[in-house]
């Protein structure tokens, strides 16, 4: 048999894929939900990566109350860096959508584009990673955490020692897993 080649398709998934069956048992109102879902994270995704570019750029966006014009705006006013990997080891790293550190105060910023209510957890390991790589003592400087969604953005100022503790868990996790990897050879 002559297969046919779909040589477009390499590397996509499909919405009703055979990897991700579980849509079998899903009723219309189901599917319909997760679809719109999908769609919303891919929108998310296309917005991030506007948002980084007019960043990088330094292209401010229209002064409206809206998340995206705001996060864009206050990245480009506190010259923050868009898109940055924070790594501490193969096992834990992450990606900051804006931060800066400079005088002693470490700035991360995240664009949510969901209308789920987030946790600032994401934006504390994100302070705890940059602890680590760069051997920077939480209790020793300022970190202000900011997620912008929706109208507006909320700011959240970590507790030094909390930051220490997440830290000192991706340590203690990070030789855990590379035991189990070493153990598995």
């Known amino acids: 048999m ?5 040589f477009d398709l390499i590397d996509k998934h499909s919405f009703l894929s055979p990897s991700s069956y579980h849509w079998i048992n ?19 995704s296309i917005l991030h990566d506007f948002a980084s570019i007019a960043i990088q750029k330094r292209i401010k ?7 995206l014009n705001m996060f864009v705006n206050d990245c480009i006013g506190f010259k923050m860096e868009s898109e940055q990997i924070l790594y501490y080891s193969d096992n834990s790293f992450g990606t900051a959508d804006a931060i800066s550190f400079k005088d002693g105060k470490l700035m991360i910023f995240d664009l949510k584009t969901g209308i789920t209510k987030p946790s600032f957890k994401q934006l504390d390991v994100y302070s705890a990673l940059f602890c680590l790589e760069y051997g920077v003592d939480p209790t020793t400087i300022e970190i202000e955490e ?3 969604q929706g109208n507006g953005f ?4 970590p507790e ?3 930051i220490r503790e997440i830290m000192d868990k991706i340590v203690e996790f990070d030789i855990i897993i590379e035991n189990i990897k070493r153990d598995s050879i």
């Open 2 to 6: 002559n297969f046919n080649d779909h």
């Open 160 to 162: 030094p020692l909390y």
């Open 61 to 67: 966006l229209a002064n409206h109350k809206k998340a």
């Open 154 to 157: 909320e700011v959240m100022i």
């Open 26 to 44: 899903y009723t219309d109102d189901k599917l319909i939900s997760v679809y719109k879902n999908q769609k919303a994270k891919e929108e998310g």
């Open 146 to 148: 900011r997620i912008y």
